[in-house]
Nanobody
Framework: EVYLVESGGGLVQPGGSLRLSCVGSEAAYRMHWITWFRQAPGSERQGVAGMFTGNGNSAIADPLKGRFAISRDNAKNTVYLQMNSLKPDDTGMYYC???????????????????WGQGTQVTVSS
C-alpha cells in the first residue's frame, strides 16, 4: 500500500505557529524526497520545503527561510513542517508529496511527484 497522510493544520492567528506532519507508508517514504506544497484558492501549487529521507538533505523555498523548517523521524516514517511567525499569506491547503530517489532537480515541480496526500488546511487569520 502506498499512502501519505497529512495532519496538523488549523486556524491560527498571525504570528502563531503550526507543525504539520506527513506520515507515509514504507513504499512512499523510504529513500524518497518528501516535499511540502501549498495551494491558495485561485493560485498554483507551490513548493514549500522538501527533505530526502535517506540522508536528511533538505531545501526550503527562499522566501520562507527563517520562518519554516523541515525535519524527519524515520522511525515514524514522518516528515514535519514547522511553521513560525505565520502570516495571512501562508493560508492555503498544504500537501505532502513524495518521489523516489535523491535527485535534486525540479524539487518544486509538482508533476515530478508520484504520491500525494489529501492535504491539510492552514488558515492564518485574526
Amino acid at each position: 500500500e502506498v499512502y501519505l497522510v497529512e495532519s496538523g493544520g488549523g486556524l491560527v492567528q498571525p504570528g502563531g505557529s503550526l507543525r504539520l506532519s506527513c506520515v507515509g507508508s514504507e513504499a512512499a517514504y523510504r529513500m524518497h524526497w518528501i516535499t511540502w506544497f501549498r495551494q491558495a484558492p485561485g493560485s498554483e501549487r507551490q513548493g514549500v520545503a522538501g527533505m530526502f529521507t535517506g540522508n536528511g538533505n533538505s531545501a526550503i523555498a527562499d522566501p520562507l527561510k527563517g520562518r519554516f523548517a523541515i525535519s524527519r523521524d524515520n522511525a515514524k516514517n514522518t516528515v514535519y513542517l514547522q511553521m513560525n511567525s505565520l502570516k495571512p499569506d501562508d493560508t492555503g491547503m498544504y500537501y505532502c508529496a513524495s518521489r523516489a530517489g535523491d535527485e535534486w532537480r525540479d524539487l518544486c515541480k509538482a508533476t515530478t511527484y508520484e504520491n500525494w496526500g489529501q492535504g491539510t488546511q492552514v488558515t492564518v487569520s485574526s
